[in-house]
């Protein structure tokens, strides 16, 4: 499993942008799997976190390896983009998939991660 992230940003005034970040995030979020919006791939979680004029994206995807996680991820963003209607005003600011510590240490000393969404790093 790969996490891929990514930042979108509104461009434009507010007034001219549609839509907001809220209606994107849910936008993004109706298209869960890649191949609603054209692709074949299948994405394992998905999460989205609303700004006043961003939208940040995390993609927990099973895939083959690491450019296949990025490549994936990214066609199903810019396919969302593609469709004006529903992103008018909107761009990829930052786009970055998330190596793996590879290390067996726990990161905190607080609750263990048994099964929960998303995966714990």
Known sequence: ?????????????????????????????????????????????????VGLDRVHVALFMEAAGPADAETTALSFLTGVLADRRSSDGWVLAAFDRVESSGTTEPRGQGTTCRGAVPPFP
């Open 1 to 49: 499993m790969y996490l891929v992230t990514a930042l979108l940003m509104r461009i434009g005034s507010r007034a001219e942008c549609s839509p907001g970040p809220s209606r994107l995030a849910e936008i993004i979020r109706q298209h869960r799997r890649p191949d609603d919006a054209g692709h074949t791939a299948a994405l394992v979680h998905l999460h989205t976190v």
